[in-house]
């Protein structure tokens, strides 16, 4: 079955009536409800906004679709549906907004009670099918259309009331007659020695009244029809409607239904177009086209490589006020197909919708080209072998799936802080298959998903700071739901404030110089303090009081910037700065003295003694350099007159250096001595 997208009207009914008569369709005076639309907006988007967005056009909310988060919004006089669509296009908030369009029945005259004038249902298989199940009390089926005539005879015992979405009561009675035709065919009354045979006899069908009393639905009423039998548990929905029009709110639903359990199917439409039509052409939609008696493609039907299956189109079925009628068109095609869904779900409860899909399509006798084709889709339904095949399916697994799947909000985690655009990461996993992931803000449904990964972005900046829960629901095919546990984060969008009060802004440092930072966030609280000199990350403190110590020495000399940036535990950030004057004390420069003499002559000593006065503690380096052969040593004494380090190289001729460091200030010598031989020298010295 194709997954493509799209919309509908009745798919055209001709009728010839035998007992009683039905009113006619009338064309409505525009294609969509004109003082109305369909707005969807962003998941996460907060009731403010949405609040604010309507006021702004002077429109109200007339009606919900809380299933899948769609608004049925009203317009004040003068704002047409296309200035409304332009204006709700250009809000960022809004996922998208549409045309509540019209949706016509489909309905063309036929020829042609069981024996001799249903025979097309005799040919489908219905006998040897009904034999294996009549279908099951367990398992509804709904007919979405313009209600029904629950005082036919032939339908006594089989409707249940579902709701009428046109006068928004629980009272779906057919005012127009093309759903009494349509409910007729797939579930009028049988073996009751009176009138019709319907396609089941036991499963209950549910009536929902989408269409007014000419025989119209909007777009926005069958998205509502839809869900609400889903949510009926439904397991096969009929609409016989059909438009060219794409519509994302009936979309919406048909997959909601879809992962609630429920096969959706849809007439292709009599404009003997190649043109998709919608429903039918929507994904996780049974598109149904029209063959004759005779196995002949019918002339006015629609094709595609969106049809799936065809079924006669023309009937013998029930009309409004008791009567009966012949009926032809693909709106009859449709409920054959629904009916037979019908007892396929009744013979194996276990089914999925794909695998019930499968069986239909597959058990389906080839017509036309072999194979699938346009024409024809995967061929004439086969009510015996699809139940058939259905009976002796494993299912779901040899018995009910009973089994939730299992969803947990993996990302952000519960007790989180979040802020400006968050991404929503959920996890869901079930023992067949999940089919739907709906993910809850606050208790509402803001977003829903059908495949992995199960990931949505939620801008923070749309809510108010403060704490707020997000919850996940997973679905599977079978229709059992799995509830995350309900995990609270705290937004957090406002940033802490900051401030340096120590030193001031303007003042003079030197040495070490404690800076002092003040940091308060009201939601979430201070996560750290950094501070900066001139752009250059110093220190991070994560606890009160936030105090660093700046060694102010490893700065130049002069004006620098000071700066404590604060983060909250959301990764809000404010920052404070000051800026200051660094006035150091200047370094005493070293000392370097120059001394010559001579060693070792005759008429000198061959000690020479030289003095330095060191101011402080420091380094003393010396170097001593002599031209000949003789051997000079060079050593140093402290104050206290011991000797501190010296140099003893056995060479004749060179150079001798030593160097100490000086622990106090005081009077140090320096001695070169003359162990062999005489030489004249140079003695260079750098102290404090």
Not at 613 to 628: K, N, R
Request: charged share 15%.
């Amino acid at each position: 079955m194709r997954r493509t997208w799209g919309f509908l009207p009745l798919a055209g009914l001709f009728v010839s009536v035998l007992l009683g008569m039905g009113a006619a369709v009338a064309d409505p005076p525009t294609p969509y409800v004109p003082d109305q639309v369909l707005v969807k907006f962003r998941p996460g988007t907060p009731a403010s906004e949405v609040a604010r967005a309507h006021a702004s056009a002077h429109a109200a909310i007339r009606d919900e679709i809380p299933q899948i988060g769609v608004q049925i919004v009203g317009l004040p006089p003068g704002l047409s549906v296309g200035k409304a669509i332009g204006f709700y296009e250009r809000n960022p908030n809004v996922e998208f907004v549409e045309p509540d369009y019209y949706v016509e029945p489909a309905l063309t005259p036929n020829d042609p009670w069981y024996a001799n004038w249903q025979r097309d249902l005799q040919q489908m298989g219905s006998e040897a099918a009904w034999d294996i199940t009549t279908g099951s009390s367990s398992v509804p089926i709904a007919i979405l259309d313009s209600g029904a005539d629950f005082d036919h005879p032939d339908l006594q015992g089989r409707l249940v009331a579902g709701w009428d979405f046109v006068a928004d009561d629980a009272d779906p009675m057919d005012e127009h007659w093309h759903g009494t035709a349509v409910t007729g065919v797939a579930g009028a009354t049988t073996n009751n020695a009176f009138g019709i045979a319907g396609v089941t006899w036991q499963n209950p069908v549910l009536v929902v009244r989408i269409g007014d009393s000419h025989g119209y639905a909007t777009s926005g009423r069958m998205a509502q029809g839809i869900t609400h039998a889903a949510d009926q548990g439904a397991r096969a929905i009929n609409l016989s409607f059909a438009t060219p029009s794409y519509l994302s709110t009936v979309a919406s639903a048909v997959s909601y239904a879809w992962s609630r359990g429920a096969v959706t199917v849809a007439s292709a439409g009599n404009e003997s177009s190649s043109a998709p039509h919608y429903p039918a052409a929507l994904p996780n939609v049974v598109g149904v086209s029209g063959i004759t008696g005779s196995d002949e493609f019918i002339y006015y039907s629609n094709y595609g490589t969106w049809v799936d299956v065809c079924a006669t189109a023309g009937s013998r079925t029930l009309m409004l006020g008791g009567g009966i009628g012949d009926v032809g068109g693909t709106s009859i095609s449709a409920p054959y197909v629904t009916g037979l869904f019908g007892l396929v779900f009744s013979a194996n409860t276990t089914l999925t919708p794909q695998q019930a899909v499968d069986i239909v399509c597959q058990t389906a006798t080839d017509l036309g080209d072999p194979g699938f084709d346009e024409y024809y889709g995967s061929g004439k339904i086969d009510l015996y072998r699809a139940v058939l095949a259905a009976s002796e399916s494993g299912g779901g697994g040899g018995g009910p799936d009973t089994t939730a799947p299992s969803a947990s909000v993996t990302s952000p985690a519960a007790g989180a802080a979040v802020s400006s655009e968050t991404a929503i990461s959920v996890s869901a996993t079930d023992d067949v298959g999940v089919t739907l992931v709906d993910l809850y803000l606050d208790g509402y449904l803001v977003g829903s998903l059908a495949t992995p990964p199960y990931e949505w972005i939620w801008d923070t900046t749309m809510d108010a700071d403060g704490g707020h829960t997000l919850q996940a629901v997973a679905y599977d095919e079978a229709g059992n739901v799995g509830e995350s546990s309900v995990a609270t984060v705290t937004v957090d969008n406002s940033p802490p404030s900051t401030v340096i009060l120590d030193p001031t802004d303007g003042s003079l440092v030197s040495g070490t110089a404690p800076v002092t930072a003040d940091a308060a966030d009201a939601v979430t609280g201070v996560r750290e303090v950094r501070f900066y000199v001139d752009d250059i990350w110093q220190a991070t403190k994560s606890q009160a009081p936030y105090v660093w110590s700046w060694d102010t020495t490893t700065s130049s000399q002069g004006w620098h910037s000071v700066v404590a940036r604060a983060v909250d535990v959301a990764g809000n950030e404010d920052a404070a700065s000051v800026t200051v004057e660094v006035q150091n004390a200047s370094d005493p420069q070293p000392v370097t003295e120059t001394f010559t003499g001579g060693v070792g002559f005759r008429k000198k000593s061959s000690v020479a003694t030289h003095v330095l006065l060191v101011a402080e503690g420091g380094a003393i380096s010396a170097s001593l350099i002599w031209g000949g052969k003789a051997d000079l040593d060079l050593c140093v004494y402290s104050p206290a007159g011991d000797l501190v380090t010296s140099s003893v190289n056995r060479s004749r001729g060179g150079s001798e250096e030593v160097s100490y460091t000086a622990a106090e200030a005081g009077t140090y010598a320096l001695e070169v001595v003359a162990v062999k031989g005489k030489a004249n020298y140079t003695l260079t010295a750098t102290h404090p």
